[in-house]
């Protein structure tokens, strides 16, 4: 059975005894900061929190509570996702990419039941008042203020909505997106829209600014566990976050039509900002922001959006997170694209066996990708290979190593890496994009990018000694030490 909402998540983290319910009174100001980066940096992601008593920026206690840390583990990535482990998830994505539709009737009569599936997964609308918004708030009643939106760090441009997904339309094909973009409040009803120029909601502002049209907006905080993640998946501008969600959850999102713009928001959020922006504004100032890569993003001019009406279930529940130095939550975001996608890079890569992308690498700083050699120079196949390959092409340092080495053990992939280098040889560097928040790069998202060969080398490729085999012991001296173990009197 599917998650339907933020306190459905809640709930099963509580039941999986993942869930701390902080009492105290603790400010959204950098304090409820410093007290989840404690819990995110220690082993496993730390615990789920939620601030019962949050105190608001300019005093005084909120009315909502916050949840902080909801994603921050990888049996709470997968328990969001209602599955065992995330692999299951691109397991399926691989069975229905390799449908191959059978010529006999019994064999399509076989395939139904996945059609069938396939079927169900669009968002569905629902009529009448939907559950997040019970309390409708407009004009002068709307005040951000009120709302416990955290200021994260000291140099922070201010309070920072992050985790929400904000909903717009593609003026051209009518195809909805929903992105998880920071947002910054700069008054009682106006937020800065950080949307970086490569990001689909950033291209449908830049199609109706030219047109010199106003551009309905949406801020859906809350909403099922799926659709959240989904915000934050690098799917194609084709394909709805919505529809990805209902495939993830196997059960179609609610939603429901915003009050005071024309789009559809999560029948299920907990709350929503509704509001436009208006092309013929300048543009405002957004920023600095204590941004993922550890360093603070400098400030730059971004879209304001005008809040036309905030809509809340009842009791609703905040959902923040928070990015810094690394491992903090969004890692756990990151490391369920890594696994859920996999499949859809092999489509063009076959190669590949394995990817990961470690918390230090903050993403697309560093893969570690192994891959089946088959031939001399594959290594620089698949990275060229990868670089083409969306949001990839963001990939500072890439490392191909061979298929028995697991790359999901960063410990184990650098001691391979290390061993089989030699850095002239194995070495190449390109230029390309660079991610905007990249401050290291030579110009403003471009700059160069590293590939190192971690494979064994052949002698094709220019090697002419001999390769050597990795110290392991063989199987029956381990089996005879296993069988001693318990009479050796060690404990590990």
Request: charged residues 25%.
């Amino acid at each position: 059975m599917a998650l339907d909402n933020l306190r459905a998540f809640l709930g099963a983290i509580d039941t999986a005894g993942a869930l701390v319910r902080v009492d105290h009174p603790v400010s959204v100001n950098r304090e409820m900061t410093e007290i989840a980066d404690r819990c995110m940096k220690s082993p496993g992601g730390g615990p789920a929190l939620l601030f019962e008593h949050p105190t608001l920026v300019g005093g005084g206690r909120s009315r909502q509570p916050v949840a902080v840390n909801l994603f921050g583990s990888e049996r709470r990535m997968a328990l969001a996702l209602g599955v065992d482990c995330l692999d299951e998830i691109g397991e399926r994505i691989a069975a229905l990419l390799n449908l191959k539709v059978p010529d006999t009737l019994l064999g399509k009569l076989a395939m139904l039941p996945q059609l069938a599936e396939v079927a169900k997964f669009p968002p569905k609308a629902i009529g009448g008042r939907a559950p997040s918004q019970k309390t409708v708030l407009q004009g002068a009643e709307v005040n951000l203020a009120e709302l416990p939106i955290p200021i994260c760090w000291p140099e922070d441009g201010g309070p920072y909505i992050t985790l929400a997904g904000v909903i717009t339309r593609d003026p051209k094909s009518g195809v909805r997106n929903v992105g998880m973009y920071r947002v910054q409040v700069i008054g009682k009803n106006e937020v800065a829209m950080h949307w970086q120029r490569h990001k689909v909601g950033a291209a449908h502002w830049r199609e109706l600014a030219a047109r010199g049209e106003t551009m309905p907006v949406a801020i859906a905080l809350g909403g099922d566990p799926a659709s959240i993640y989904a915000a934050s998946a690098p799917l194609p501008p084709s394909i709805d976050e919505f529809l990805f969600a209902g495939f993830l959850r196997r059960e179609p999102v609610r939603l429901a039509k915003a009050v005071t713009c024309d789009l559809e928001v999560p029948a299920e959020a907990e709350l929503v900002l509704e509001g436009y922006i208006d092309p013929r504004e300048p543009l405002v100032l957004e920023g600095p922001f204590g941004d993922h890569t550890g360093f603070y993003s400098l400030a730059d001019h971004y879209p304001k959006v005008h809040i036309t009406a905030v809509t809340l279930r009842d009791d609703p529940i905040y959902p923040h997170t928070i990015v810094g130095r690394p491992p903090m939550e969004d890692y756990y975001l990151g490391h369920a694209t890594e696994r859920i996608f996999l499949p859809l890079l092999k489509l063009t890569l076959p190669e590949i066996v394995d990817i990961h992308m470690p918390a230090e690498g903050i993403f697309h700083n560093l893969v570690f990708v192994s891959i089946d050699k088959q031939y001399p120079g594959q290594a620089y196949k698949v990275m060229n290979g990868l670089w083409g390959q969306g949001l990839m092409s963001l990939a500072k340092v890439i490392i191909v190593v061979d298929k028995d080495v697991n790359v999901r053990d960063p410990k184990e992939a650098w001691w391979v890496a290390l061993n089989h280098i030699d850095p002239e040889r194995d070495v190449r560097f390109t230029m390309g994009p660079i991610d905007v928040l990249d401050h290291s790069s030579r110009g403003f998202t471009f700059g160069s990018k590293m590939g190192i060969d971690a494979t064994r080398k052949w002698k094709e490729e220019g090697f002419a000694r001999e390769w050597p085999n990795k110290i392991v012991m063989d199987e029956a001296t381990k089996r005879r030490v296993d069988e001693m173990w318990k009479e050796l009197g060690i404990e590990l």
